[in-house]
């Protein structure tokens, strides 16, 4: 089979590889649709995501949908040529985080294609991918892949809002419109906020938000924009950088939530700290997610209006020019490669 393989920053490469055959308990899904994420571009660029750095070659892509290829002896799965996604997760369900119900943290657990340990867990950029049954969902019938390949990303969103709190009648700002701000705006509108604002240097990103359900729409570098006269509730921080965690700690409200979700740059970042103690706000951090991969896919089928950030599609032989277009924000939202043709 055919994959995409990172070795070091800046070398993606497209190589032969064994597929893994399905063992017990396992499914091998044939790969239609792979979505790049944020920290798939960040492996590509930067060789790490975050304090995970690549030290081996490494399959990128975690959010993969395509169609049961075969079942190992006694999997408990869907049968043969049945579409489904893939939750990425293999928590341990042995550790404190896994006992009481926050399996997104877990400390030992597998991911697809993350560098978090060593050696790494090969990622869904393949043709081939197998995965415990337990991790297989089938998709419901009418839900184009297209829209499927969105489930992993949506249930980042959708643990984010749930780490904020009460959200309906809530001001909400977002900063960030990438893939995961503008489905976190999405989120937010179905959870029922009063009003969502989302902000980013680029206006394609924030044609897209508005697409998506925000409300209003305002260039980060604009501090004299009308949508920032009044405080927020909460705050949640989807760019990754820190100047919009700034954001985020100076716009809110007086006993305001502050949600982290973009992985900021490694090492010790700025960070407004008088302002979160004197105002006693609360600074939330949101991980991945676990059971939410099931509510992402049913938000999906009933319409959930995601269709604007999946912006291009390539077939994975040409990985390299769709990883190049997906880091220009200023063009391009979600990327996918297509793994049907190769």
């Known amino acids: 089979m055919r994959a995409c393989v990172v070795h070091r920053a800046g070398d993606l490469r497209v190589e032969a590889r064994e597929p893994v055959a399905a063992g017990p308990g396992q499914v091998t899904v044939s790969v239609a649709l792979g979505g790049i994420c944020g920290s798939d571009l960040h492996y590509y660029r930067h060789g790490r995501v975050g304090d995970f750095t690549v030290q081996e070659p490494l399959v990128l892509g975690h959010e993969i949908v395509g169609h049961v290829a075969a079942l190992g002896p006694g999997a408990d799965g869907p049968a043969v040529g049945t579409p489904v996604a893939v939750h990425p997760a293999t928590p341990c369900d042995r550790c404190a985080a896994c006992a009481t119900g926050r399996r997104n943290i877990c400390g030992d657990a597998r991911y697809l294609g993350s560098a978090a340990r060593t050696p790494h867990v090969q990622g869904g950029f393949a043709q081939l991918v197998t995965v415990p049954a337990a991790q297989i969902r089938t998709l419901p019938p009418g839900l184009a892949p297209r829209r499927a390949v969105l489930a992993e990303p949506l249930s980042v969103a959708l643990h984010a809002v749930h780490r904020a709190g009460d959200v309906p009648g809530r ?38 938000a508005a697409a998506s359900g925000a409300d209003g729409t305002v260039r980060a570098d604009d501090p004299g924009h009308p949508a920032w006269t009044e405080p927020f509730d909460i705050a949640v921080e989807a760019s990754g950088a820190p100047a919009g965690l700034r954001t985020c700690v100076e716009r809110v409200r007086r006993g305001g939530t502050v949600v982290l979700l973009g992985l900021l740059p490694p090492g010790e970042v700025p960070l407004l700290g008088n302002l979160a103690v004197t105002r006693e706000l609360e600074l939330r951090g949101a991980f991945r997610f676990d059971g939410e991969f099931d509510a992402a896919i049913g938000l999906l089928a009933g319409g959930l209006p995601v269709d604007a950030i999946v912006t291009h599609t390539f077939p994975l032989t040409e990985c390299r020019t769709a990883f190049d277009l997906a880091h220009d924000r200023s063009v391009a939202s979600k990327v996918l490669l297509d793994l049907t043709g190769v």
């Open 171 to 208: 001001r909400v700002l977002v900063t960030g419109a990438g893939p995961i701000g503008c489905l976190v705006t999405a989120v937010l509108r179905h959870r029922g906020a009063a009003e969502v604002v989302v902000s980013d240097l680029l206006d394609t990103p924030l044609r897209i």
